[in-house]
């Protein structure tokens, strides 16, 4: 006991007297100990992390063991500045260094069992964090205060205050006060109140024990102390003192992003990291997407409330968890709780909450960040059929049951992490810029990219441009096509979703309109097999993955929501297949340009996929399928006629796809489970995945004019109340395709008979 005692008074007054003393100059001081130099901090270059921003400047993500955005001096607000000088240096603008004042109440206090007290300045804490280790010694505590006295030499007050807020840890990865800032509020620095300034100033005393995140009553006791030191060095008056202190703090949860792009930013790290090494992480570098940070939010919001209403529509699997709950209710029951959700994962959109009380008509739970909701009437229907017990064995909820609320407005939903994936990708159907991207539910969960990595069956998204190649085969879209059963050569035998045709035949209009699939197969076998899949390359397709067979008219090869994103821009815009584009510019610290995307090509004739007239056809059969056809939801939904696309809906429902367009924006969405299963048995393209769509493309278009038609290219006539290739106005196009019903398909038409076609 007396030698802890003699210790601490050691460790204390020692370096008080060596800072009071001055029986020696500094250089004579120095030469007693082996201190480092002060470069790092004279020459102070901070580690800056990789950052992802959209093509509008809002930041997506951040990389790197140190998360640190850098905010001069002369920008952080007075008030912050105030705020941190009153509980750690309050003297700051009058001493050389150390405060002996400050040291000697701290030494008095720490020999005679007082409260503890900080006797470090600013200086030193950052001579410590930069230059030194934390060991508690004499010769530590001698080379702080010595070299606390260089740097306050070599440089000038602001500037030593702008490298410590700056520079130092506050927690939850966050170095320095704008990143803090940030982390836990969600905002600048430049935006915080009075109780925020407080509670992060209160930080670097024990960032790890004490930040909001992870304990947020420790959190809120020391910005009590902050508060009332404001008060006592005259920072706040009293009615600002008492305001902060009722005011209630919404805490950013761990891992909420301001724009959910989670896949996007992964996009990004690999491209820098494979280009510029380990070192990316650490050297400020800037990476620009193509994202525009409205269609990013609108496209990540559509993508999570379609798959959540996809869940919905299937049972309630119960709580996630169970914590012991304390009786009653104050401050015990809010630790209690938040020791149970401490190690559940919160999230922005699907909150943890525990269960408080709960009843058949009402559940109480308290949220992680300690806010109380109460789920009633709408908010609890879904669940009811599991608590009144019609399932086989019926689920509870009781005191204690961890479990996920959605908010809707002012109300409270209990909800769960949903099983099925959902995908949405949009392009500049001009450029080929990526305008938004959202690679699954919840990056988080699932860092697999749908959009790029997701190779699954198109369904009827494959149609169209089955039917682009079919047109360059003389088949029009008045043209007449079977629509009874048959079978192939090889067995295969498709079907219809609906009943078919009343007379047996269809337009090839018609047949894209209601998604027909006899008759697409008999397109295709028109067509052959060979020249189609050819066709579909010149889309962006990859041609290896497409089968060889007369499955392909109903979408049975693999492609990625990116390449049928490619397809369709290439429809939208006449016919001109561009390359996606996600990473702009690439820059240093300093704003050299590392890498930059080039612009995207002319649109001229030189460099075309398919012919000007071949789209615009297509386009006019698109449109009726978002008009009258199996996607008429779209026009209807968004009231505009300029929306053009086609619902996909894969064997037992495995996949669920809408791609379209407006003319400047293709954009498709797929929904399925990762290991591929049915999405239901009711559930189909038009019904999962042309919501997400509409919500997005709604958001995308605001205040974007409904698109004129466009005019007619060359090489087109009117033959009736449809349109054809103008070489086959007076003859020529297929009229009719037909197999005689109930015999078998027989293969592609070989060269004998496109003579004998030539012919008729």
Do not use: C
Request: proline residues 6%; without cysteine; positive net charge.
């Amino acid at each position: 006991m007396l030698a802890d005692l003699r210790r601490r008074t050691i460790l204390v007054l020692v370096p008080l007297s060596l800072a009071t003393s001055a029986l020696a100059p500094l250089p004579a001081q120095a030469s007693l100990v082996d201190l480092p130099p002060i470069d790092r901090i004279t020459h102070y270059q901070p580690k800056l992390p990789l950052q992802v921003f959209t093509a509008d400047g809002v930041e997506l993500a951040q990389f790197g063991a140190e998360r640190r955005i850098y905010m001069p001096l002369g920008k952080m607000p007075k008030l912050m500045q105030d705020a941190l000088l009153a509980i750690e240096d309050t003297r700051f603008r009058e001493h050389a260094g150390i405060d002996p004042k400050g040291m000697a109440r701290a030494a008095l206090a720490l020999i005679t069992g007082g409260r503890k007290q900080g006797a470090s300045t600013i200086t030193q804490q950052l001579v410590r964090t930069m230059l030194l280790t934390r060991e508690l010694s004499f010769e530590r505590k001698t080379k702080e205060i010595l070299l606390a006295f260089e740097v306050e030499k070599a440089l000038s007050k602001d500037r030593i205050l702008e490298i410590y807020m700056n520079e130092i840890f506050l927690g939850q990865r966050a170095y320095g006060f704008e990143a803090a800032a940030q982390t836990y509020f969600g905002k600048s620095l430049t935006q915080i109140s009075v109780a925020e300034a407080a509670m992060l100033a209160g930080l670097p005393q024990n960032p790890y024990y004490a930040n909001p995140v992870a304990n947020f009553e420790r959190a809120r006791q020391r910005q009590r102390v902050v508060l009332q030191r404001m008060r006592d060095v005259g920072v706040i008056t009293e009615p600002q003192l008492n305001a902060a202190l009722a005011e209630k703090l919404v805490i950013r949860p761990a891992g909420q992003r301001s724009i959910d792009a989670g896949h996007v930013a992964e996009m990004a790290r690999r491209a820098v990291v494979e280009r510029f090494g380990e070192g990316a992480y650490s050297s400020g570098i800037r990476v620009t997407t193509s994202l525009l940070a409205a269609d990013q939010r609108a496209a990540a919001a559509a993508v999570q409330r379609g798959v959540l209403a996809q869940d919905r529509r299937g049972p309630w699997r119960g709580p996630e968890g169970h914590g012991d709950l304390p009786k009653g209710q104050g401050p015990e029951l809010e630790r209690a709780a938040a020791e149970a959700l401490k190690d559940v994962r919160d999230d922005d959109l699907l909150r943890a909450a525990i269960v408080l009380s709960a009843g058949p008509k009402e559940v109480r739970a308290l949220l992680a960040s300690g806010e109380a909701v109460t789920v009633r009437g709408e908010g609890l229907r879904w669940v009811q059929a599991a608590l009144a017990g019609t399932a086989k064995e019926p689920l509870k909820i009781a005191r204690g049951d961890i479990l996920r609320v959605v908010r809707n407005g002012n109300d409270w939903s209990i909800s769960q992490w949903p099983e099925a994936e959902a995908a949405l990708v949009a392009l500049d159907t001009r450029t080929g810029r990526v305008r938004a991207l959202v690679g699954g539910f919840d990056f988080s969960r699932q860092p697999f990219n749908h959009v790029s990595q997701g190779w699954r069956q198109p369904g009827s998204t494959i149609k169209p441009l089955l039917y682009s190649a079919a047109l360059e085969a003389r088949v029009m879209p008045g043209t007449q096509i079977e629509d009874r059963p048959f079978t192939a050569a090889n067995g295969w035998s498709p079907g219809n979703s609906g009943s078919g045709s009343a007379d047996g035949y269809l337009t090839l209009r018609q047949a894209l309109a209601q998604s027909n699939n006899l008759v697409s197969a008999r397109v295709l076998q028109h067509t052959g097999v060979p020249r189609a899949r050819d066709w579909l390359g010149r889309f962006g397709l990859d041609v290896a993955k497409q089968p060889d067979n007369l499955t392909l008219a109903l979408g049975t090869g693999q492609v990625t929501p990116m390449q049928m994103a490619r397809a369709y821009a290439t429809l939208a815009n006449g016919g001109w297949s561009l390359d996606p584009v996600v990473i702009e510019k690439i820059t240093d610290a300093q704003g050299k340009v590392l890498f930059e995307a080039p612009p995207a090509p002319p649109l001229t004739d030189d460099n075309r996929a398919i012919p000007a007239r071949n789209a615009y056809v297509m386009n006019s059969l698109l449109n009726d399928v978002t008009r009258t056809g199996t996607a008429a939801r779209a026009q209807a939904t968004l009231k505009r006629s300029d929306i053009y696309g086609k619902t996909g809906t894969t064997n037992d429902v495995l996949d669920a796809w809408f791609a379209g367009y407006q003319p400047a924006v293709a954009t498709v969405v797929w929904m399925g489970y990762d290991k591929p299963r049915s999405l239901g048995d009711h559930e189909s393209g038009a019904r999962l995945a042309l919501p997400i769509w509409n919500e997005y493309m709604a958001a995308a278009l605001k205040g974007v004019p409904v698109a004129s038609p466009a005019e007619p290219p060359a090489g087109l006539a009117r033959a009736g109340d449809d349109w054809l290739y103008a070489e086959w106005a007076n003859g020529g196009a297929v009229e009719s395709i037909t197999d005689n019903a109930g015999t078998a398909l027989a293969g592609p038409p070989t060269i004998i008979d496109a003579i004998r076609d030539l012919f008729k």
